[in-house]
Protein backbone atom coordinates (compact mmCIF):
# COMPACT_ATOMS: atom_id res chain seq x y z
CA UNK A 1 0.00 0.00 0.00
CA UNK A 2 1.21 3.33 -1.37
CA UNK A 3 1.72 6.28 1.19
CA UNK A 4 0.78 9.46 -0.03
CA UNK A 5 0.20 12.60 2.08
CA UNK A 6 -1.70 15.65 0.10
CA UNK A 7 -1.31 18.95 1.49
CA UNK A 8 -3.80 21.29 0.98
CA UNK A 9 -4.57 24.86 2.69
CA UNK A 10 -6.78 27.30 0.14
CA UNK A 11 -9.94 27.42 -1.03
CA UNK A 12 -9.21 26.34 -4.80
CA UNK A 13 -6.97 22.98 -3.31
CA UNK A 14 -10.05 21.84 -1.10
CA UNK A 15 -12.23 21.75 -4.58
CA UNK A 16 -8.99 20.28 -6.83
CA UNK A 17 -8.09 17.76 -3.69
CA UNK A 18 -11.47 16.69 -3.64
CA UNK A 19 -12.40 15.18 -7.34
CA UNK A 20 -8.78 13.19 -6.67
CA UNK A 21 -9.14 12.13 -3.60
CA UNK A 22 -12.44 10.12 -4.98
CA UNK A 23 -10.56 8.59 -7.34
CA UNK A 24 -7.78 7.89 -5.13
CA UNK A 25 -10.71 5.76 -2.61
CA UNK A 26 -11.87 4.24 -6.01
CA UNK A 27 -9.07 2.10 -6.34
CA UNK A 28 -7.28 -0.17 -4.14
CA UNK A 29 -3.41 0.61 -3.72
CA UNK A 30 -3.00 4.00 -2.15
CA UNK A 31 -3.27 5.52 1.22
CA UNK A 32 -4.20 8.96 1.62
CA UNK A 33 -3.23 10.91 4.80
CA UNK A 34 -4.40 14.34 4.28
CA UNK A 35 -2.35 17.41 5.81
CA UNK A 36 -4.60 20.87 6.06
CA UNK A 37 -2.25 23.98 6.82
CA UNK A 38 -5.07 26.18 8.31
CA UNK A 39 -3.93 28.93 5.12
CA UNK A 40 -7.68 29.34 4.62
CA UNK A 41 -9.80 28.99 7.68
CA UNK A 42 -13.18 30.86 7.64
CA UNK A 43 -15.96 28.30 7.60
CA UNK A 44 -16.81 30.18 3.97
CA UNK A 45 -13.51 29.44 3.12
CA UNK A 46 -12.75 26.31 4.14
CA UNK A 47 -15.22 24.09 6.12
CA UNK A 48 -17.90 24.85 3.69
CA UNK A 49 -16.16 22.78 1.06
CA UNK A 50 -15.19 19.94 3.44
CA UNK A 51 -18.85 19.81 4.00
CA UNK A 52 -20.05 19.82 0.34
CA UNK A 53 -17.71 17.91 -1.83
CA UNK A 54 -17.70 14.73 0.75
CA UNK A 55 -13.66 15.58 1.77
CA UNK A 56 -12.59 13.47 4.72
CA UNK A 57 -11.56 15.72 8.15
CA UNK A 58 -8.04 16.04 7.41
CA UNK A 59 -5.80 13.77 9.60
CA UNK A 60 -3.61 16.89 10.43
CA UNK A 61 -4.38 19.82 11.07
CA UNK A 62 -2.25 23.03 11.17
CA UNK A 63 -3.25 26.25 11.89
CA UNK A 64 -0.97 28.59 9.72
CA UNK A 65 -2.53 31.33 8.73
CA UNK A 66 -1.53 35.60 8.29
CA UNK A 67 1.83 37.29 8.67
CA UNK A 68 4.23 37.61 5.71
CA UNK A 69 4.84 35.34 2.80
CA UNK A 70 8.33 34.33 4.29
CA UNK A 71 6.97 34.15 7.72
CA UNK A 72 4.07 31.84 6.50
CA UNK A 73 5.70 29.58 4.57
CA UNK A 74 8.79 29.28 6.91
CA UNK A 75 5.87 28.45 9.80
CA UNK A 76 4.44 25.81 7.15
CA UNK A 77 7.65 24.50 6.29
CA UNK A 78 9.05 23.43 9.75
CA UNK A 79 5.54 22.15 11.14
CA UNK A 80 5.33 19.94 7.38
CA UNK A 81 8.54 18.55 7.85
CA UNK A 82 7.81 17.20 11.09
CA UNK A 83 4.45 15.73 9.77
CA UNK A 84 6.17 13.90 7.34
CA UNK A 85 9.19 12.28 9.73
CA UNK A 86 6.10 10.94 11.80
CA UNK A 87 4.14 9.90 8.82
CA UNK A 88 6.56 8.68 6.42
CA UNK A 89 4.65 9.01 3.26
CA UNK A 90 6.52 7.48 0.21
CA UNK A 91 5.20 10.22 -1.50
CA UNK A 92 4.07 13.94 -0.85
CA UNK A 93 1.37 15.75 -3.43
CA UNK A 94 0.50 19.43 -3.45
CA UNK A 95 -1.82 21.45 -5.61
CA UNK A 96 -1.58 24.41 -7.41
CA UNK A 97 0.31 27.56 -6.28
CA UNK A 98 -0.20 29.11 -3.01
CA UNK A 99 2.57 29.34 -0.12
CA UNK A 100 1.27 25.63 1.17
CA UNK A 101 2.20 24.03 -1.93
CA UNK A 102 5.96 25.30 -1.89
CA UNK A 103 6.05 24.56 1.71
CA UNK A 104 4.64 20.64 1.00
CA UNK A 105 6.95 20.46 -1.91
CA UNK A 106 9.89 21.78 -0.35
CA UNK A 107 9.58 19.97 2.96
CA UNK A 108 9.38 16.83 1.24
CA UNK A 109 12.04 17.48 -1.41
CA UNK A 110 14.33 18.03 1.60
CA UNK A 111 13.76 14.80 3.11
CA UNK A 112 14.37 13.18 -0.46
CA UNK A 113 10.49 12.45 -0.26
CA UNK A 114 9.09 12.09 -3.81
CA UNK A 115 6.83 15.24 -4.47
CA UNK A 116 3.68 15.18 -7.05
CA UNK A 117 2.67 18.11 -8.18
CA UNK A 118 -1.15 18.84 -9.90
CA UNK A 119 -1.29 21.75 -12.40
CA UNK A 120 2.13 21.44 -12.99
CA UNK A 121 3.22 24.31 -15.80
CA UNK A 122 0.95 26.65 -15.25
CA UNK A 123 3.10 30.55 -15.89
CA UNK A 124 2.09 33.61 -16.14
CA UNK A 125 5.54 34.70 -16.56
CA UNK A 126 5.20 37.95 -14.02
CA UNK A 127 7.92 36.96 -11.22
CA UNK A 128 5.60 40.12 -8.92
CA UNK A 129 2.51 37.13 -8.33
CA UNK A 130 3.89 35.08 -5.62
CA UNK A 131 1.43 32.38 -7.16
CA UNK A 132 4.56 32.43 -9.79
CA UNK A 133 7.13 32.22 -7.54
CA UNK A 134 5.53 29.37 -5.91
CA UNK A 135 5.11 27.02 -8.75
CA UNK A 136 8.05 27.69 -10.38
CA UNK A 137 10.33 26.40 -7.59
CA UNK A 138 7.57 23.65 -7.16
CA UNK A 139 7.81 22.54 -10.48
CA UNK A 140 12.02 22.20 -9.89
CA UNK A 141 11.64 20.33 -6.90
CA UNK A 142 8.61 17.82 -7.96
CA UNK A 143 9.64 14.34 -9.75
CA UNK A 144 6.07 14.09 -11.28
CA UNK A 145 4.30 16.99 -12.84
CA UNK A 146 0.71 16.56 -13.78
CA UNK A 147 0.13 19.32 -16.25
CA UNK A 148 -4.13 20.44 -16.94
CA UNK A 149 -2.97 21.49 -20.61
CA UNK A 150 -0.62 21.60 -23.11
CA UNK A 151 0.37 25.24 -22.91
CA UNK A 152 1.91 23.59 -19.61
CA UNK A 153 3.51 21.04 -21.24
CA UNK A 154 5.25 23.64 -23.39
CA UNK A 155 6.11 25.48 -20.74
CA UNK A 156 7.95 22.89 -19.01
CA UNK A 157 9.73 22.09 -22.31
CA UNK A 158 11.31 25.39 -22.53
CA UNK A 159 12.18 25.44 -18.97
CA UNK A 160 14.25 21.80 -19.82
CA UNK A 161 12.54 19.55 -18.29
CA UNK A 162 12.42 17.65 -21.19
CA UNK A 163 16.34 16.99 -20.47
CA UNK A 164 15.54 15.86 -16.96
CA UNK A 165 14.39 12.76 -15.12
CA UNK A 166 10.79 14.47 -14.42
CA UNK A 167 8.02 13.03 -15.16
CA UNK A 168 5.77 15.86 -17.36
CA UNK A 169 2.41 13.75 -18.09
CA UNK A 170 -0.46 15.80 -19.40
CA UNK A 171 -4.05 14.97 -17.56
CA UNK A 172 -5.93 17.47 -18.08
CA UNK A 173 -7.51 20.09 -15.67
CA UNK A 174 -8.94 18.47 -12.09
CA UNK A 175 -10.77 21.43 -11.73
CA UNK A 176 -13.06 20.44 -15.01
CA UNK A 177 -13.49 16.96 -13.20
CA UNK A 178 -15.07 19.05 -10.01
CA UNK A 179 -17.42 21.20 -12.27
CA UNK A 180 -18.24 18.27 -14.19
CA UNK A 181 -19.03 16.16 -11.08
CA UNK A 182 -20.68 18.22 -8.99
CA UNK A 183 -22.65 20.34 -11.80
CA UNK A 184 -26.26 18.50 -10.89
CA UNK A 185 -25.66 19.69 -7.25
CA UNK A 186 -26.15 23.82 -7.46
CA UNK A 187 -27.85 25.38 -5.21
CA UNK A 188 -29.42 29.45 -4.97
CA UNK A 189 -27.24 31.61 -2.36
CA UNK A 190 -29.48 31.70 0.58
CA UNK A 191 -28.39 35.67 0.91
CA UNK A 192 -29.13 35.93 -3.08
CA UNK A 193 -30.21 39.49 -3.65
CA UNK A 194 -33.92 39.51 -4.53
CA UNK A 195 -33.22 42.29 -7.22
CA UNK A 196 -31.50 39.72 -9.14
CA UNK A 197 -34.09 37.06 -8.97
CA UNK A 198 -36.54 36.33 -11.71
CA UNK A 199 -40.54 36.95 -9.55
CA UNK A 200 -43.81 35.79 -10.64
CA UNK A 201 -46.83 37.99 -10.97
CA UNK A 202 -47.29 38.46 -7.16
CA UNK A 203 -43.82 40.15 -7.36
CA UNK A 204 -43.30 36.34 -5.27
CA UNK A 205 -39.46 35.63 -6.03
CA UNK A 206 -38.71 32.30 -7.46
CA UNK A 207 -38.16 29.25 -5.20
CA UNK A 208 -35.10 27.21 -5.41
CA UNK A 209 -34.48 25.52 -8.75
CA UNK A 210 -32.22 24.12 -10.74
CA UNK A 211 -33.91 23.95 -14.26
CA UNK A 212 -31.58 27.26 -15.96
CA UNK A 213 -31.70 31.09 -16.23
CA UNK A 214 -35.14 31.81 -16.76
CA UNK A 215 -35.08 32.09 -12.31
CA UNK A 216 -32.95 34.84 -12.68
CA UNK A 217 -32.67 38.06 -14.09
CA UNK A 218 -29.46 39.60 -15.97
CA UNK A 219 -26.41 39.27 -13.32
CA UNK A 220 -22.60 39.70 -13.66
CA UNK A 221 -20.78 37.60 -10.85
CA UNK A 222 -17.66 39.18 -10.35
CA UNK A 223 -14.87 37.78 -7.91
CA UNK A 224 -11.73 39.69 -7.33
CA UNK A 225 -8.92 38.57 -4.57
CA UNK A 226 -5.59 38.40 -6.16
CA UNK A 227 -2.64 40.30 -4.64
CA UNK A 228 -1.60 41.89 -7.74
CA UNK A 229 -5.39 43.77 -7.54
CA UNK A 230 -6.14 44.01 -4.10
CA UNK A 231 -2.47 45.12 -2.47
CA UNK A 232 -1.71 47.65 -5.60
CA UNK A 233 -4.16 50.80 -4.36
CA UNK A 234 -4.54 52.40 -8.10
CA UNK A 235 -5.45 48.95 -9.57
CA UNK A 236 -7.69 48.07 -6.58
CA UNK A 237 -9.56 51.68 -7.25
CA UNK A 238 -9.91 51.31 -10.73
CA UNK A 239 -11.68 48.27 -10.37
CA UNK A 240 -14.08 49.27 -7.99
CA UNK A 241 -14.85 52.06 -9.75
CA UNK A 242 -15.41 49.68 -12.99
CA UNK A 243 -17.43 47.57 -10.54
CA UNK A 244 -19.74 50.43 -9.64
CA UNK A 245 -19.93 52.17 -12.81
CA UNK A 246 -21.02 48.46 -14.33
CA UNK A 247 -23.34 48.12 -11.51
CA UNK A 248 -25.06 51.28 -12.47
CA UNK A 249 -25.26 51.45 -16.09
CA UNK A 250 -24.67 47.90 -17.31
CA UNK A 251 -25.94 45.19 -15.39
CA UNK A 252 -26.60 44.59 -11.24
CA UNK A 253 -23.06 42.98 -10.74
CA UNK A 254 -22.98 40.16 -7.84
CA UNK A 255 -19.71 39.80 -5.90
CA UNK A 256 -18.96 37.37 -3.34
CA UNK A 257 -15.95 39.31 -1.41
CA UNK A 258 -13.04 37.54 -0.56
CA UNK A 259 -12.13 38.26 3.08
CA UNK A 260 -8.90 39.99 1.80
CA UNK A 261 -10.14 41.99 -0.72
CA UNK A 262 -12.90 42.95 1.81
CA UNK A 263 -10.38 43.78 3.89
CA UNK A 264 -8.24 46.18 1.43
CA UNK A 265 -10.85 47.89 -0.05
CA UNK A 266 -11.86 48.92 4.16
CA UNK A 267 -8.12 49.81 4.78
CA UNK A 268 -8.16 52.03 1.39
CA UNK A 269 -11.51 53.89 2.22
CA UNK A 270 -13.29 52.72 -1.01
CA UNK A 271 -17.11 52.20 -1.85
CA UNK A 272 -18.56 48.95 -3.38
CA UNK A 273 -21.98 49.76 -4.63
CA UNK A 274 -22.32 46.30 -5.86
CA UNK A 275 -24.25 43.69 -4.68
CA UNK A 276 -21.80 41.74 -2.08
CA UNK A 277 -22.02 38.88 -0.33
CA UNK A 278 -19.77 36.61 1.95
CA UNK A 279 -17.83 34.07 -0.20
CA UNK A 280 -19.98 31.10 -1.42
CA UNK A 281 -19.46 27.33 -1.05
CA UNK A 282 -18.76 25.56 -4.23
CA UNK A 283 -22.42 24.56 -4.72
CA UNK A 284 -23.67 28.02 -4.56
CA UNK A 285 -21.05 28.89 -7.39
CA UNK A 286 -21.63 26.76 -9.59
CA UNK A 287 -25.70 28.30 -9.56
CA UNK A 288 -24.64 31.63 -9.70
CA UNK A 289 -22.13 30.39 -12.84
CA UNK A 290 -24.86 29.07 -14.29
CA UNK A 291 -27.34 32.07 -13.88
CA UNK A 292 -24.75 34.85 -14.47
CA UNK A 293 -24.74 36.52 -17.92
CA UNK A 294 -20.72 37.19 -17.97
CA UNK A 295 -18.35 36.72 -15.20
CA UNK A 296 -15.88 38.98 -14.53
CA UNK A 297 -12.82 37.79 -12.28
CA UNK A 298 -9.36 37.57 -11.49
CA UNK A 299 -9.56 34.28 -10.10
CA UNK A 300 -7.23 31.18 -11.90
CA UNK A 301 -10.32 28.90 -11.42
CA UNK A 302 -13.32 30.68 -12.01
CA UNK A 303 -11.52 31.93 -15.61
CA UNK A 304 -11.91 28.33 -16.99
CA UNK A 305 -15.43 27.54 -15.06
CA UNK A 306 -17.08 30.72 -16.47
CA UNK A 307 -15.94 28.54 -19.45
CA UNK A 308 -17.22 25.08 -18.37
CA UNK A 309 -20.36 26.76 -17.56
CA UNK A 310 -20.55 28.39 -21.06
CA UNK A 311 -20.39 32.46 -20.23
CA UNK A 312 -17.80 34.87 -21.62
CA UNK A 313 -15.09 36.07 -19.27
CA UNK A 314 -13.81 39.39 -18.51
CA UNK A 315 -10.61 38.92 -16.75
CA UNK A 316 -8.87 41.96 -14.33
CA UNK A 317 -5.36 41.03 -15.14
CA UNK A 318 -2.78 41.50 -17.38
CA UNK A 319 -1.62 37.76 -18.06
CA UNK A 320 -3.82 34.55 -17.41
CA UNK A 321 -1.89 31.24 -16.90
CA UNK A 322 -4.95 29.75 -19.00
CA UNK A 323 -4.28 31.45 -22.55
CA UNK A 324 -5.86 29.09 -24.44
CA UNK A 325 -9.28 31.24 -23.36
CA UNK A 326 -8.06 33.93 -24.73
CA UNK A 327 -6.86 32.09 -28.06
CA UNK A 328 -10.33 31.20 -28.79
CA UNK A 329 -11.79 33.97 -27.57
CA UNK A 330 -13.90 33.27 -24.79
CA UNK A 331 -11.62 35.38 -21.83
CA UNK A 332 -10.62 38.79 -22.75
CA UNK A 333 -8.00 40.15 -19.98
CA UNK A 334 -8.27 44.00 -19.42
CA UNK A 335 -6.04 44.54 -16.57
CA UNK A 336 -7.65 46.98 -14.12
CA UNK A 337 -8.47 50.20 -16.04
CA UNK A 338 -12.15 51.27 -15.44
CA UNK A 339 -12.75 52.94 -19.14
CA UNK A 340 -11.42 49.26 -20.38
CA UNK A 341 -12.97 46.65 -18.40
CA UNK A 342 -16.85 48.52 -18.64
CA UNK A 343 -16.16 48.48 -22.44
CA UNK A 344 -15.52 44.90 -22.10
CA UNK A 345 -18.13 44.26 -20.20
CA UNK A 346 -20.87 46.07 -22.56
CA UNK A 347 -19.77 44.09 -25.45
CA UNK A 348 -19.42 40.33 -23.67
CA UNK A 349 -22.56 40.89 -22.13
CA UNK A 350 -24.76 37.63 -22.62
CA UNK A 351 -22.34 36.16 -24.70
CA UNK A 352 -22.10 32.01 -24.98
CA UNK A 353 -19.31 30.04 -25.23
CA UNK A 354 -18.97 26.48 -25.79
CA UNK A 355 -16.68 24.30 -24.26
CA UNK A 356 -16.61 20.78 -26.45
CA UNK A 357 -14.09 18.77 -23.90
CA UNK A 358 -10.59 19.30 -25.99
CA UNK A 359 -8.70 21.72 -23.92
CA UNK A 360 -8.65 20.48 -20.14
CA UNK A 361 -9.78 17.05 -20.64
CA UNK A 362 -13.23 16.73 -20.35
CA UNK A 363 -13.50 15.19 -16.63
CA UNK A 364 -11.02 12.38 -17.06
CA UNK A 365 -7.75 14.32 -15.08
CA UNK A 366 -8.29 12.64 -11.73
CA UNK A 367 -8.76 9.21 -13.01
CA UNK A 368 -5.34 9.80 -15.09
CA UNK A 369 -3.76 11.41 -11.86
CA UNK A 370 -4.20 8.54 -9.99
CA UNK A 371 -3.93 5.62 -12.48
CA UNK A 372 -0.07 7.79 -12.67
CA UNK A 373 0.48 7.21 -8.79
CA UNK A 374 -0.53 3.53 -8.61
CA UNK A 375 2.50 3.02 -10.83
CA UNK A 376 4.35 3.95 -7.53
CA UNK A 377 7.23 6.33 -7.22
CA UNK A 378 9.99 4.26 -8.36
CA UNK A 379 8.35 3.67 -11.94
N1 LIG B 1 -15.24 29.85 -5.26
C1 LIG B 1 -16.22 29.49 -4.36
N2 LIG B 1 -16.87 30.50 -3.69
C2 LIG B 1 -16.60 31.81 -3.89
C3 LIG B 1 -15.60 32.16 -4.84
C4 LIG B 1 -14.93 31.15 -5.51
O1 LIG B 1 -16.51 28.31 -4.16
O2 LIG B 1 -17.21 32.66 -3.23
C5 LIG B 1 -14.53 28.77 -5.95
C6 LIG B 1 -14.53 28.91 -7.44
O3 LIG B 1 -15.71 28.39 -7.99
C7 LIG B 1 -13.29 28.12 -7.83
C8 LIG B 1 -12.37 28.36 -6.68
O4 LIG B 1 -13.17 28.82 -5.60
O5 LIG B 1 -13.58 26.74 -7.91
C9 LIG B 1 -11.38 29.40 -7.09
O6 LIG B 1 -10.66 29.78 -6.03
P1 LIG B 1 -9.97 31.22 -5.94
O7 LIG B 1 -10.60 32.15 -6.90
O8 LIG B 1 -9.93 31.57 -4.51
O9 LIG B 1 -8.45 30.89 -6.34
P2 LIG B 1 -7.67 30.79 -7.71
O10 LIG B 1 -8.42 29.89 -8.62
O11 LIG B 1 -7.50 32.17 -8.23
O12 LIG B 1 -6.37 30.20 -7.30
Given at each position: ????????????????????????????????????????????????????????????????????????????????????????????????????????????????????????????????????VNRILTDQISDLLFCPTDT?????????????????????????????????????????????????????????????????????????????????????????????????????????????????????????LTHTIDPVGYFEMIWLLNH??LVMTDSGGVQKEAFFFGKA???????????????????????????????????????????????????????????????????
Amino acid sequence: MQRILTIIGARPQFIKASVVSKAIQAQEGIEEILLHTGQHFDANMSDVFFDQLGIPRPDVQLDIHGGSHGAMTGRMLEQIEAVILSEKPDRVMVYGDTNSTLAGALAAAKLHVPVAHVEAGLRSFNMRMPEEVNRILTDQISDLLFCPTDTAVRNLAKEGFDDKPTQVLKVGDVMQDAALFFAQRAVRPADMPAELLATDEHGKAHAEGKEGASQANPFVLATLHRAENTDDPVRLAGIVEALNRIHQDVAPVLLPLHPRTRAAIARQGLELLTHTIDPVGYFEMIWLLNHCDLVMTDSGGVQKEAFFFGKACVTMRDQTEWVELVENGANELVGADTGRIEEAVRRHLGRRVKDDGELYGGGKASERIVEHLLQGVDA
